[in-house]
């Protein structure tokens, strides 16, 4: 496994590996968490050891889910990355953290840093970003990274709303 990380001001970003298993679960047993997710809890730290355990995509793609560490305290908080879908050719910019970290900046932090891997590092020249349309904060998040809504889509019998970001339009916007 890959050493590779990126860091932002309060934090390390590192790819999700096996060790991660009890944070992983304990973060996704929280229905809260959960709610918009269209995901499913882990029934045991088991099952989230077997799926990280076959988790590929910075293998298979150079993009993924980083575990997000605070510095200081070396606190797993949540996790933020991209996820490759090679049926859609998409890149899609996630995040979910613990609630006790909501309303604190993580989010936008860490997918800034994420999108400035993607679009200066790799060259990725789109990315798109999914939430339920009433995930009111990760919209939020989605606008302030400079994200244009493009639509609607059925978000497993809910409104879900997409967007999405050029390369292009990601540089202009840190030249300003």
């Known amino acids: 496994m ?7 001001q309060r934090t390390i970003l590192r790819p999700l590996t096996v060790g991660d298993a009890f944070d992983f679960y304990d973060l996704n047993t ?8 269209g995901d499913d809890a882990f029934e045991s730290v088991e099952n989230a050891k077997e799926f990280l355990s076959h988790y590929s995509q910075f293998t298979d793609f150079q993009v993924g889910r ?5 510095k200081l305290s070396n606190e797993f908080l ?16 996630g995040f979910r953290f613990h609630q006790r ?5 993580y989010a936008t932090e860490t997918a800034c840093k994420c999108l400035e891997y993607v679009f200066i590092s790799l060259k990725i ?15 939020k998040v989605l606008e302030k990274l400079g994200m244009v809504k493009t639509g609607t889509f ?8 997409l967007y999405h970001l050029n ?3 990601y540089l202009e916007h840190q030249a300003e």
């Open 125 to 139: 020249e789109r990315i798109v970003g999914r939430a339920m349309s009433e995930n009111t904060a990760s919209i």
């Open 2 to 8: 890959t050493t590779f990380k990126l860091e932002t």
């Open 78 to 93: 949540g996790w933020c990355g991209l996820k490759f879908t090679p049926e859609t050719q998409e890149y899609d910019l």
């Open 30 to 37: 929280d229905p809260l968490v959960l709610q918009f997710t």
């Open 167 to 169: 390369r292009i339009n």
């Open 66 to 70: 980083f575990a997000v560490i605070d």
């Open 101 to 105: 970290f909501w309303s604190k900046g």
């Open 154 to 161: 059925d978000f497993e019998g809910k409104e879900g709303v």
